[in-house]
């Protein structure tokens, strides 16, 4: 499952993710301010980091707009925008 989460919604949308063993956790609009504990693979959008000057911990990759529409493609996906 592909999580998609941004921060209005996030204490739902990582408790939920942390609870899925196979999920994939997309930061995405200002969720990318998160720095989630989590042990499942955290990816935030590169054009939302970008646009709010951010560093973000190794531990989270970042996705094109691009990629994020492949895994979207590829995965079945939870919506917590």
Excluded: W
């Amino acid at each position: 499952m592909l999580y998609l989460i941004d921060k209005p919604m996030a204490e739902v949308g990582l408790r939920t993710a942390a609870n899925d063993a196979d999920g994939i956790v997309v930061l995405i609009q200002d969720g990318v301010l998160l720095d989630p504990d989590l042990d499942a693979p955290t990816l935030a959008v590169e054009r939302d980091v970008e646009m709010r000057g951010l560093c973000l911990p190794e531990r989270i990759d970042t996705v094109t707009y691009d990629e994020l529409i492949s895994l979207m493609v590829d995965h079945e996906v939870t919506s917590f925008v």
